[in-house]
């Protein structure tokens, strides 16, 4: 079994395996191919891998693999019938890169579709992995990019009261977030749609903003819900209101497979103090802060910063990469058997729960998306959007 690791396209700087990796698969049976230069921006060095078992080659010998392991979809258009691609396809978003995986034939695993509540797949999830990196980033760039200190100070010319941070949103990136400001000695509050979010974020530090009427707005994949126009408008004015003062702001809300929703209005930042920090976690998918630039750090007319980074996990790369790698090699592992690669039916992880199964999620299948020029019949949400 031959296992290919390409150069990420644009300005992505992590590596989909990284060498410390290499032993494990080639114990399970892979050859290893490297495109050469696939570590560097991550600091993985070709003679790196060559010292842990690789071939490093050009990007024709990655991409003629059985198997391609990715971060971004690469161009599926260049591959073979029969060959297997995991990597985070972002499906609902791109739904042209599903089409272009099933001219091809290809097989796509999507790792972005993992049924993240199967105790299994705990290791094997990359959003949870890549989101708490990028949770913990956020708080450091907003640290970096406000002009006072974070702890509270007691010096000799007086004392320097705490920071604010007020962090919009509890998932796996907000409480990553709530921890990273507390540690560095912020008063933290936060929100979130969930209301069993409460105790969560009470339990990393931070103090929980409750917006009357708020109810578990959850969905059976475990992702928050989409809310109704006038009840965002009410978390919007409470969240913001009490943001009013704050010297850091992080928002993390994201819908799975929608555009972010807008947490941070334009009028809410015009009613900020100067030296305010927003730092939008999903300026990649059209950014919670109304005003956001997607890619850039920018400063409003009123002297509020907006920073629009559109990869934070990437601001990572060693220890994203690191992760990552961790969790693909964990995952194929699972599915290697005696020299071959086996995608067995009753493989959850693959193709979900099952009917009548407490993890069964209608309309939703696993991370396989397709194989042979069929979209998976349980992937009847994704169907409709094709």
């Not at 979010?197 to 009470?202: D, R, S, V």
């Not at 009013?244 to 972010?260: E, H, K, M, N, Y």
């Not at 058997?337 to 979900?352: A, H, T």
Request: hydrophobic content about 40%.
């Amino acid at each position: 079994m031959k296992l290919g690791v390409l150069v990420e396209n644009g300005d992505e700087t992590r590596v989909a395996i990284v060498p410390n990796s290499v032993p494990k698969l080639s114990k399970l049976g892979f050859e290893v191919i490297i495109e050469s230069g696939a570590g560097q921006n991550a600091h993985h060095s070709d003679s790196e891998y060559e010292s842990k078992g690789a071939s490093i080659g050009t990007r024709e010998d990655a991409m003629g693999c059985n198997l391609l392991i990715c971060i971004g979809a690469p161009d599926f258009s260049s591959l073979s019938e029969g060959q297997i691609v995991a990597c985070v396809s972002d499906p609902f978003r791109h739904p042209d890169r599903i089409r272009q995986a099933m001219d091809a034939k290809v097989t796509l695993l999507s790792m972005d579709m993992i049924p993240r509540r199967l105790s299994r797949a705990q290791s094997m999830d990359v959003n949870s992995s890549q989101d708490n990196l990028a949770g913990y980033k956020s708080v450091l760039m907003g640290a970096a990019q406000v002009p006072k200190g974070i702890p509270m100070m007691t010096t000799s010319a007086g004392t320097v009261r705490p920071a604010k941070f007020v962090i919009m949103g509890s998932g796996v990136a907000g409480l990553q977030a709530i921890a990273t400001a507390k540690r560095l000695g912020a008063v933290v509050y936060a929100s979130d749609v969930r209301k069993s979010a409460a105790e969560q974020i009470e339990s990393v530090g931070g103090r929980f903003i409750e917006v009357e009427g708020m109810d578990d707005f959850e969905d059976e994949s475990g992702y928050a819900k989409p809310l109704t126009p006038e009840f965002i408008q009410k978390v919007n004015d409470t969240v913001c209101e009490v943001a009013s003062d704050a010297d850091v702001i992080v928002t993390t809300a994201r819908i799975f497979g929608r555009p972010a929703p807008i947490t941070v209005p334009a009028s809410a930042v015009a009613n900020f103090r100067a030296g305010t920090v927003v730092v939008d976690m999903n300026a990649d998918v059209g950014g919670n802060c109304e005003l956001t630039k997607p890619g850039e750090v920018f400063v409003t007319e009123n002297g509020v910063t907006i920073v629009g980074t559109t990869n934070l996990p990437g601001q990572l790369a060693t220890t994203a990469s690191m992760l990552y790698s961790n969790n693909l090699t964990t995952f194929i592992g699972s599915l290697a058997k005696e020299g071959e690669i086996i995608l067995d039916p009753d493989d959850d992880v693959l193709f979900g729960a099952p009917e009548g199964n407490d993890f069964h999620v209608p309309g939703m299948g696993g991370v396989l998306i397709c194989m042979g020029g069929e979209l998976h019949p349980k992937q009847t949400r994704l169907g409709g959007v094709l």
